[in-house]
């Protein structure tokens, strides 16, 4: 994991911001330390997936700069970076079972099969999916399968931040306290350094440490 320095950070979709008004990401000056569980609040538009891309390596800021641990990585590709990303939709492979796309990303990086059975395993008990590894993912409700999602990004040990980007959107309402204080939970065993960005002041109380409004 790692600790993130925002630096005189704003970005513009125009070819040659002139004004304030022209930036939608407005200066931010930020440092996130290793670990800690970091939410993004602020109504659509704000700005927060903007700066959500450009952590990732999706997008190159207009200016300023992104540090993990002091390296500046403002230029290099996502692939570089060693990130998660959870997306407002799951993104999981519905053919496969839940134990293979859990696997997946340890596999595709080479990671041998004894190390993989052992982390996957204990994603999945922590995320409740223990009885349903061996289960195809297209059969699943919507909740368990945005835990798939959640735990593809959690079975690594080698990222240096997990981001959620309005993971809960596809929740049904009455579920989504669980999976608030599931996600709060993770948190607090694995100690991965988590960015979550939603519009939800419960949920962005719910999950962080430390709360930046946009």
């Not at 952590?55 to 992104?66: D, R």
């Amino acid at each position: 994991m790692a600790k993130i320095t925002l630096s005189n950070l704003r970005h513009s979709y125009q070819a040659n911001p002139k004004t304030d008004q022209d930036f939608a990401l407005k200066q931010i000056d930020l440092d996130w330390d290793d670990g800690g569980a970091y939410a993004l609040l602020g109504p659509s538009g704000c700005g927060k997936t903007t700066l959500l891309n450009i952590i990732s390596g999706l997008l190159t800021p207009t200016e300023g700069q992104v540090l993990f641990d002091g390296r500046d990585v403002t230029h290099l590709p996502p692939d570089k970076r060693e990130i998660a990303q959870v997306f407002q939709f799951p993104v999981i492979y519905d053919t496969m079972t839940v134990y293979d796309n859990l696997a997946f990303p340890l596999r595709n990086r080479g990671i041998d099969e004894a190390t993989v059975k052992q982390r996957v395993t204990a994603i999945a008990e922590m995320l409740e999916l223990g009885d349903s590894l061996n289960r195809r993912a297209a059969g699943l409700s919507p909740d368990n399968k945005q835990k798939i999602s959640m735990g593809r990004g959690l079975v690594r040990e080698d990222v240096n931040v997990i981001m959620f980007d309005e993971p809960l959107t596809v929740i049904d309402p009455h579920l989504k306290w669980k999976l608030r204080s599931k996600l709060k939970e993770l948190h607090q065993r694995v100690r991965a350094t988590m960015i979550y960005v939603t519009h939800d002041q419960t949920e962005a109380l719910t999950f962080a440490d430390q709360v930046v409004v946009m």
